[in-house]
Nanobody, 121 residues
């Protein structure tokens, strides 16, 4: 079993900052890719940023220059630093990881439970 636990969401004023964390635990042999998605009310879930062995990518144009994804492999943790937040960044943010488990060896795509980010004055 593999679990992802997100933290760091909350209410912030426009222009403020938040740092989301997502820690993976369980029967992990390795983690290939980790990413952050978000789902705003009434909208589809979208990939915000991802990080893998080859590097990191911000996938949403509106957050480029404001959001940064990083990863601590020793802690199996991925972060999303969000600066200069805007009301349109309000969403539930989900973490996803592509995990190879220990015995038995399996490939899993695992989702976290989500953390709510609300940007409002």
């Amino acid at each position: 079993q593999v679990q992802l636990v997100e933290s760091g969401g909350g209410l912030v004023q426009p222009g403020g900052s938040l740092r989301l964390s997502c820690a993976a635990s369980g029967s992990i042999f390795g983690i290939n890719e980790m990413g952050w998605y978000r789902q705003a009310p009434g909208k589809q879930r979208e990939l915000v940023a991802s990080t893998a062995t080859g590097g990191s990518t911000i996938r949403v144009d509106s957050v480029k220059g404001r959001f940064t994804i990083s990863r601590d492999n020793a802690k199996n943790t991925v972060y999303l630093q969000m600066l200069r937040l805007k009301p349109e960044d309000t969403a539930v943010y989900f973490c996803k990881a592509a995990v190879v488990t220990t015995t038995p060896a399996r490939y899993l795509e695992v989702w976290g439970q989500g953390t709510l980010v609300t940007v409002s004055s």
